[in-house]
């Protein structure tokens, strides 16, 4: 292969392999099918070798196209940063961000402060909601990035934190001793599932008390003494009590906070976020979760 590999053609190929249709690719890309198959041809011809196989109406890859694909991605990516850091001015556009509101409280301060001194002409525009809400919304494309809980559904988040994730109450009153203990957990939530996995595996009882979306509402019934809930250290608040084996609860398993991107139309300023959230968030250097 004589001829350099052109950025388009690989951002054409990605869109591709992302979505399994070249008609989806082409409006993701802004092109035309026909400008999308040419741009494939173009790019065979200069590997020399296909890099899809077609099954029917989707676009399946070749093994070359398979091990093109993680390349193409770096290629792309590389390209993106490389534009953002050389620009002779500042990243201008609209970036849409989910968050889970408990990690909005802890985190979007420095995020959105960083990122505006960066990019003071960028519009961002952030919701709040649980995880599984945000990631589907990420694979429909009414979200560009998404901050979440890692729990494995979703393969190509990227884990860029780690936390332990603690029993919590009000340092003023014991509802831990109650017995059900009453609890007060997201509505649709990993950690609610794992707080009721560990409290059935220990055979304790338990029911679920208060139950909402909201953080601050969660947060409001432990410290008014009501409920035992679940936090991550970066969501603990004062007045809140840690419970340990101690008073009969078991540990529980730290979280992975994991940021995802839509597979839709490429940004700019989604990739200056992308690499700024990453920057804030970023606690793996030194843990051994960074060697996973």
Same mark, same amino acid.
């Given at each position: 292969m004589s001829a350099l590999l052109d950025v388009d053609q690989l951002k054409t190929f990605v869109a591709i392999a992302d979505t399994g249709s070249f008609t989806r690719a082409a409006e993701m890309v802004h092109k035309t099918q026909s400008a999308v198959s040419m741009q494939m041809k173009r790019l065979e011809e200069r590997l020399g070798k296909p890099v899809f196989a077609r099954d029917g109406r989707q676009s399946k890859l070749t093994d070359d196209g398979e091990r093109l694909l993680d390349y193409a991605r770096r290629i792309v990516k590389l390209s993106n940063e490389a534009v953002i850091a050389l620009a002779d001015a500042d990243l201008a556009g609209? @970036?849409?961000?989910? @968050?889970?509101?408990?990690?909005?409280?802890?985190?979007?301060?420095? !995020?959105?402060?960083?990122?505006?001194?960066?990019?003071?002409?960028?519009? @961002?525009? @952030?919701?709040?909601?649980?995880?599984?809400?945000? !990631?589907?919304?990420?694979r429909t494309g009414s979200l560009d990035l998404a901050i979440i809980t890692h729990t494995g559904i979703v393969a190509d988040a990227q884990v860029i934190r780690q936390e332990q994730l603690y029993w919590v109450t009000s340092a003023r009153a014991s509802p831990h001793e109650e017995s059900p203990v009453p609890l007060a957990l997201g509505v649709c939530c990993a950690w609610r599932t794992i707080a009721c996995e560990k409290l059935d595996q220990e055979k304790r009882a338990h029911r679920v008390l208060y139950a909402s979306q909201n953080s601050t509402a969660i947060s409001a019934a432990v410290l008014a003494g009501l409920a035992v809930s679940v936090s991550a250290e970066s969501s603990l608040r004062p007045g809140m009590r840690v419970l340990g084996v101690a008073d009969g609860f078991p540990p529980l398993p730290p979280i992975k906070i994991a940021l995802l991107s839509s597979k839709h139309e490429p940004s700019l300023v989604r990739e200056a976020l992308a690499d700024h959230i990453v920057q804030s968030l970023d606690n793996l250097s030194d843990t051994a979760v960074a060697a996973e």
């Open positions: 609209h @970036v849409r961000l989910g @968050v889970p509101d408990d990690y909005a409280d802890r985190f979007l301060p420095e !995020i959105l402060a960083r990122f505006s001194r960066s990019n003071p002409r960028a519009e @961002v525009t @952030v919701l709040c909601e649980p995880s599984l809400s945000l !990631i589907e919304r990420i």
